[in-house]
């Protein structure tokens, strides 16, 4: 049964450190990983996806790694700022399913001016 | 940018009532998505919607749950004699067919279900 973890659970940076958010899954055989972002009492705002036969996705200051071997997926945030407070999540898609994801508990960030 | 709507935000019920939850997926998609969170919990993954039908449902989603797309622009969830841990927020998702590869799932921003 696919595992999806994300450690660590929270994370305190200052204004303008580089974030670095991590997943891992225990079975490979997946489609896909979409990396979300959740404010407080509010829905899931999508922020990449990549594909099984990807490598990485890059959009603005984001960028999200994917090594599906290993079971991993990195984001990075460049230069943090206030507004990127929130619950990252990550979601993978089984090889076998119908487009259901399975999500990571999120890692609750907090950037400090 | 359009949007995933869902109706209501919070919605109180007693126990053993009946619930819709309603959502408007955006409007060149195709496949649709419940979810559901219980408070501190990860989002876990209840039926996905296809071409009229049920394309894969959880274990969770069992014969108290159902799903309809009444018309060509909503889509609804019911769940008939509720449960106090039906308690939850619930999410709708859609996303749209991709040329090759899947599209991102676009979420809305909840029902929030208190079940007393």
């Known amino acids: 049964k696919q595992e999806v973890t994300q450690i660590p659970a929270a994370l305190s940076v200052p204004e303008g450190e580089n974030l670095v958010l991590n997943c891992s899954f225990t079975?490979?055989?997946?489609?896909?990983l979409q990396w979300f972002r959740q404010d407080p009492g509010k829905g899931l705002t999508s922020l990449l996806l990549?594909?099984?036969?990807?490598r990485e996705q890059t959009s603005g200051r984001l960028n999200a790694s994917l090594d599906k071997s290993s079971g991993r997926s990195t984001l990075y945030i460049a230069a943090s700022q206030p507004g990127d407070s929130a619950t990252y999540l990550c979601?993978?898609?089984?090889?076998?399913?119908?487009?259901?994801?399975?999500f990571g508990a999120g890692t609750q960030v907090v950037v400090t001016p | 940018e359009p949007e995933v709507t869902q109706t209501p935000s919070h919605q109180v019920t007693q126990m053993g009532q009946e619930v819709i939850l309603r959502c408007v997926p955006i409007?060149?998609?195709?496949?649709f998505y419940w979810y559901r969170q219980i408070l501190g919990q990860k989002v876990e993954f209840l039926v996905s919607?296809?071409?009229?039908?049920?394309?894969?449902k959880s274990e969770i989603f069992d014969d108290q749950f159902s799903v309809e797309r009444p018309d060509g622009s909503n889509f609804t969830l019911k769940i008939r004699s509720t449960k106090l841990e039906d308690s939850a927020m619930y999410f709708c998702?859609?996303?749209?067919?991709?040329?090759?590869?899947?599209?991102?799932?676009?979420f809305g921003d909840g029902t929030r279900l208190s079940i007393l």
């Open positions: 998702a859609s996303r749209r067919r991709g040329q090759e590869f899947d599209q991102p799932q676009h």
């Open positions: 079975d490979s055989a997946i489609y896909n």
């Open positions: 990549i594909q099984s036969s990807q």
């Open positions: 979601a993978v898609r089984p090889s076998d399913s119908w487009g259901k994801f399975q």
């Open positions: 409007s060149n998609h195709l496949y």
């Open positions: 919607f296809y071409n009229n039908e049920i394309s894969e």
